[in-house]
């Protein structure tokens, strides 16, 4: 094989890599979008979210037996989403007993209209959530091992140089899972009912209160379904990547850099914002020793953000 066809085949696994990590870091991406575009809140345990996703979903997967009674292609896929549904009751508990103390109109007195408390508030959850995870599961890193995690399908040989690419079974039903839930949540948004008082509530909620609109339960609904999102991204990297109580740090800052490239306040935008820092990820290894995946990504968005201060998705707002 030439040195051509060796750097072509290289490029197209990176790629592959790429869109499958890319979509999963797109759903995680798309929690905390949801969260900050709805309630302008910086939640700084929405890493301990994803984590708390990945052991709900390992608990889930073994103790109701999903493997036998689902198989090991539908049975991870059941436990993330039951394991999102758990996190949804959770998050919309924090919300409506802790975070509703310091944000919305209640807080607009506060200094800095109840920004700072809240900074303090989702850090100390982040803190509690974290060390109490390690005191219940331990630090040995864990997984949710399947037959679909160590195992790969082969797409090739392509063109004449014979060029093969291999893709992880388990992160190609990521994919296809990110993509549907995903999907789904932006139709939520933009067409039921619920999705359009979130919105009302997001843009101006004083005026959404005069329509008769509970924007508090609005919140609710938003920080429930951001924290569940991301569980689901959670459990779905539970069943490639091993996972300790500290994982959701390593997460926290792609999460926050794929938002704000999307666009803030846009959904979409989170979603393809995720997806372009996994691209970069991935890529980023032909080029750079591993070690420095993290500084391509964020030379690449400041790059971007020189270009398109708003992001892909977002409004260019002048302010006075």
């Not at 992160?171 to 993509?179: H, K, P, Y």
Request: charged content about 10%.
């Amino acid at each position: 094989m030439s040195n051509y066809a060796i750097f072509a085949e290289s490029f197209l696994q990176a790629l592959a890599a790429g869109i499958l990590l890319g979509a999963v870091y797109a759903l995680m991406c798309v929690g905390l979008g949801m969260i900050f575009g709805v309630m302008k809140v910086i939640n700084f345990a929405q890493g301990e979210f994803l984590m708390l996703g990945m052991y709900g979903t390992l608990f889930a997967y073994s103790a109701l037996s999903l493997d036998s009674v689902l198989g090991s292609f539908l049975g991870p896929v059941v436990a993330a989403l039951l394991s999102g549904l758990a996190l949804f009751v959770i998050g919309a508990a924090i919300q409506r007993f802790l975070l509703a103390r310091v944000t919305g109109r209640e807080a607009g007195a506060q200094t800095g209209d109840g920004h700072f408390p809240q900074l303090i508030l989702t850090l100390g959850l982040a803190l509690i959530i974290s060390n109490g995870a390690l005191m219940v599961f331990g630090s040995v890193p864990q997984t949710l091992r399947t037959e679909y995690s160590s195992s790969a399908w082969e797409i090739g040989p392509m063109f004449e140089a014979g060029i093969s690419i291999f893709v992880n079974k388990a992160r190609v039903l990521s994919l296809f899972v990110a993509l549907i839930i995903g999907a789904a949540l932006f139709i939520f948004v933009t067409r039921s009912n619920i999705g359009k008082t979130l919105r009302a509530a997001a843009d101006n909620p004083r005026a959404a209160t005069y329509m008769g609109i509970d924007v508090q339960r609005a919140f609710m609904v938003a920080f429930g379904l951001g924290c569940a999102v991301t569980g689901v991204a959670g459990g779905l990297l539970s069943s490639y990547l091993p996972f300790q109580p500290y994982t959701g740090i390593e997460f926290v800052t792609v999460m926050y850099a794929g938002v704000v490239l999307g666009g803030l306040g846009s959904i979409a935008g989170a979603f393809w914002g995720g997806l372009v820092i996994g691209l970069i990820q991935q890529l980023s290894i032909l080029v750079l020793p591993t070690q420095l995946q993290n500084a391509a990504i964020f030379a690449v968005f400041l790059l971007i953000i020189l270009l398109r201060p708003q992001g892909f998705f977002g409004r260019n707002v002048e302010r006075t």
